[in-house]
C-alpha cells in the first residue's frame, strides 16, 4: 500500500487533521472571514428546500471559481436574522489561487449582502470550529419611546424603562463556569453540561445598550434568552 494511499483513506475532506503529512499532495485548505446580512438569509446552513441560506450562496460562488464542488465549515452556525461581522469559515479545494483573487474573485460572484473580508491560505492543522479559542457575540437594544426604520433588523427595538446599574448587576453572576440549563432554548439538542461564559460586558451609548457575550461554545439561543432575563431584572419584574 502506497503512502499516498493510506493518506488518502486517512483524510476525510475539511476535516479535523492532527498529522500534516495526511494532507493530500496538492490540497489547499483556505480560511475566510466573512461578514454578512442575516435578515436577507435563512440561518448559514444549508436547507434541504433550497432556501436561500449564507452557506449555499458562498459555496456556489466558491465552487464556481474553483471549478470543483466546495464545501464549507463553519465556526458557528447563525440563526435567520443573525448577522456576522467575522465569521470564520474553511474549506478544502486543488484550486490555487492569490488572496487578493481569492477575495475578487468570490465577492464578485456572491448575492448582496455577504461580503468576504478576507481569505488566507491556511495549516491544514486548522479547522475553523475545532481551532476556535472563544465566540463572541453581541446583542443590541435600542431603548427608546419609538422604534428605528434605520436600524430595524440591526438591533431590538424595546420600549420599558430600565435600570442599568440593576442589569449590568445581574450579568455579573453569569459569568464564569456555570450549568446554563436553564437558559437553553426548548428546541435545543445540545446535550446539558457546564459551560464557561468569560465576559458579558454590557454598556449603554446613549439610547442603545450593548451585551457582548465571549465563551467557548453557547447553546442555541442561549445568549438571546438571558438577554431577556436581564430586561425582566432591570424592571424590577424579577429580581
Known amino acids: 500500500m502506497t503512502d499516498s494511499f493510506q493518506r488518502n483513506l486517512a483524510y476525510k475532506r475539511n476535516g479535523e487533521i492532527s498529522d500534516v503529512s495526511l494532507f493530500p499532495e496538492g ?7 466573512l461578514e454578512y446580512n442575516g435578515s436577507l438569509f435563512h440561518g448559514f446552513q444549508s436547507q434541504v428546500s433550497g432556501i436561500a441560506t449564507v452557506q ?17 465549515v463553519c465556526a458557528g452556525r447563525t440563526d435567520t ?22 477575495l475578487r474573485g468570490a465577492n464578485a460572484k456572491i448575492d448582496d449582502g455577504v461580503s468576504i473580508r478576507w481569505a488566507q491560505v491556511v495549516s491544514p492543522l486548522f479547522h475553523s470550529r475545532f481551532s476556535a479559542r472563544a465566540r463572541t457575540y453581541r446583542y443590541i437594544i435600542y431603548n427608546t419611546r419609538t422604534p ?10 424595546d420600549r420599558r424603562r430600565f435600570t ?12 464564569g463556569e456555570h450549568n446554563f440549563n436553564a437558559f437553553r432554548a426548548a428546541d ?6 457546564f459551560r464557561r461564559m468569560d465576559a458579558i460586558p454590557t454598556n449603554k451609548v446613549g439610547d442603545l445598550i450593548v451585551f457582548k457575550f465571549t465563551a ?11 438577554v431577556g432575563c436581564l430586561t425582566l431584572v432591570a424592571t424590577g419584574t424579577h429580581p
Open 27 to 33: 490540497m489547499n485548505r483556505v480560511a475566510l472571514g
Open 216 to 226: 467557548t461554545y453557547l447553546y442555541y439561543q442561549l445568549f438571546i434568552i438571558i
Open 164 to 175: 442599568f446599574a440593576d442589569m449590568l448587576a445581574g450579568s455579573r453572576y453569569l459569568t
Open 188 to 193: 435545543c439538542q445540545s446535550k446539558p453540561s
Open 56 to 72: 449555499q450562496t458562498l459555496e456556489s460562488a466558491l465552487t464556481s471559481i474553483c471549478n470543483e464542488p466546495i464545501a464549507l
Open 148 to 157: 428605528s426604520a434605520l436600524m430595524k433588523n440591526l438591533v431590538t427595538w
Open 81 to 102: 436574522g443573525v448577522h456576522a461581522t467575522n465569521q470564520i469559515v474553511h474549506f478544502d479545494t486543488h484550486a490555487r489561487r492569490q488572496e487578493k483573487a481569492w
